[in-house]
């Protein structure tokens, strides 16, 4: 358990800087002792092993204490966030207790414990009485409780389970290499899976995890309080806001390697990383159902990565045949830390959990043993002509040519019911005319036929970076009925 590495760490380097959150330097020793304190707190409320607790999402250092301590006891957890209104109330429905400053609506009084500043001053007041005992534990445990991000906008539950959880660990440090001399930047709230577990294998191999603060942007926190930061999780568009915004005398990192999620990382973006802030750019493709599938490090994601080791990866047809290396085909996959279906929707785990395979939703083609490209979701391949080409490729091909805070491409009927294709670009820096060039000379080797370009103040994405497809339709139809 987290908690256990946690004091190893406290007895073997005391004074050793666990935590950096908003200047404040939090040793081993000290969370150890704040720990021991949330654990003996938490224990009070009397929920047996196996319960479920959602804590609302405040300052960093008291929520991650309660997580672990949940994580002592035996409780699964999840994150939410005050303002979710409907959207969190499918989660706050289903979880044994939930843990808020102020009482979400639709949530019985009997059910709620208020996260007040005076009872979480109260906690850490407390005398320090060392470490109560684990609970026991198992690998099919429930451990955290996720709502996939999806691009429909109708977010599913899903249960992590203990193994996991301890997946995710062991891979981020396999796969980026953490040690206890790593730092690690909070960019996002630890709704976000990736976030968490990355600042939680950090702790576990002894480093320190760097949290800013709220309203410094990951930019500034670079080039800031965070500039020894060596690790860092982001998604593509906010990867590229950070490089656009970067001051010009600003220093590159001795030593960062940033893993990409949520989204394809365009090549060009890649490069402008490696340049001007990355030793090394890792671009991971993986889902909520299951901690990373395949990594990319050589070139964009455009390209092939590799299946990692403890994934097997299929490409098949419609019938569930493994087809030709180089043909396009439905991805299966299949590893022993996977989830294993959504709880609230049977019917569709009964279409992506099939006889002990993964079928997340896209479409892909072998490249040779191991070597995986993702070409695209199975419901957001557009059909030109004939031609089955997936939105990411067009939008990377547009991000070659011109500059633009970001993009999104999509296929909505003409008034004669003929699918065209729409390039929506926010904050463009060109004028219309150039856009257009550079538009057409992006697609010159590409048979689109006609498209149209949409300006719009923001390309609609969730909380893991991937364009919401269905948004970005209706934004661009009213566009073009305007």
């Avoid at 404040?24 to 000290?30: D, K």
């Avoid at 300052?59 to 204490?65: A, E, G, K």
């Avoid at 396999?174 to 040690?179: E, L, P, S, V």
Wanted: charged content about 25%; aromatic content about 6%.
């Amino acid at each position: 358990m987290t908690a256990d590495y946690i004091g190893f760490h406290a007895a073997e380097r005391p004074e050793a800087v666990a935590l950096v959150d908003r200047g404040r330097e939090i040793t081993y020793t000290q969370f150890r002792r704040d720990l021991g304190r949330f654990v003996h707190a938490m224990a009070e409320l009397g929920l047996e092993r196996g319960r479920s607790v959602a804590v609302a999402w405040g300052d960093l250092y008291p929520h991650w204490l309660l997580l672990m301590a949940c994580e002592r006891l035996g409780l699964a957890t999840a994150t939410f966030h005050m303002n979710e209104g409907t959207a969190g109330a499918g989660l706050l429905e289903t979880v044994d207790l939930v843990l808020s400053e102020v009482r979400p609506s639709g949530v019985a009084a009997e059910r709620h414990r208020a996260l007040t500043p005076e009872w979480l001053a109260a906690v850490f007041a407390r005398a320090d009485v060392g470490m109560p005992a684990a609970a026991p534990k198992s690998p099919d445990d429930p451990f955290r409780i996720l709502r996939t991000s999806g691009t429909t906008g109708v977010p599913k539950r899903l249960i992590m389970k203990r193994r996991m959880f301890e997946a995710y660990l062991e891979r981020w440090a396999w796969m980026t290499g953490i040690t206890r001399a790593a730092k690690s930047l909070v960019n996002a709230p630890f709704s976000a899976t990736g976030c968490y577990t990355l600042s939680t294998a950090v702790v576990r191999a002894g480093g320190t995890v760097l949290h800013p603060g709220p309203g410094i942007g990951t930019a500034a926190a670079l080039a800031g309080p965070a500039r020894e930061t060596t690790h860092l999780r982001i998604p593509p568009l906010e990867l590229k806001l950070v490089l656009d915004s970067l001051p010009a005398n600003f220093v590159k990192p001795a030593n960062l390697t940033i893993c990409t999620v949520g989204a394809p990382l365009a090549s060009v973006l890649r490069e402008r990383a490696l340049a001007r802030l990355a030793t090394e750019v890792i671009v991971s493709y993986a889902c909520n159902e299951m901690p990373f599938v395949a990594v990319t490090r050589a070139t964009g994601s455009e390209g092939a990565g590799t299946v990692v080791p403890w994934v097997e990866a299929q490409v098949v047809d419609e019938q569930d045949a493994p087809v030709p290396p180089g043909t396009v085909g439905r991805i299966r996959l299949r590893e022993h830390a996977m989830a294993e279906g959504y709880p609230d929707d049977p019917e569709m785990t009964a279409r992506r959990f099939r006889n002990g395979w993964l079928y997340p939703g896209d479409l892909g083609l072998s490249q040779g043993p191991r070597r995986l490209r993702i070409v695209g979701r199975e419901d957001e391949l557009m059909n030109l002509g004939g031609l089955k080409i997936a939105p990411s490729e067009l939008e990377a091909l547009v991000l070659r040519h011109a500059t633009v805070a970001d993009i999104g491409v999509c296929m909505v009927p003409n008034p004669e019911g003929v699918d065209e294709i729409c390039v929506v670009v926010a904050d463009p820096a060109h004028g219309d005319a150039e856009l257009l060039a550079r538009v057409t000379e992006a697609f010159r080797h590409n048979h689109v036929g006609r498209f149209h370009i949409v300006k719009v103040a923001r390309v609609p994405r969730n909380s893991s970076g991937k364009i919401e497809r269905g948004r970005l339709k209706e934004i661009v139809a009213r566009a073009l009925r305007r």
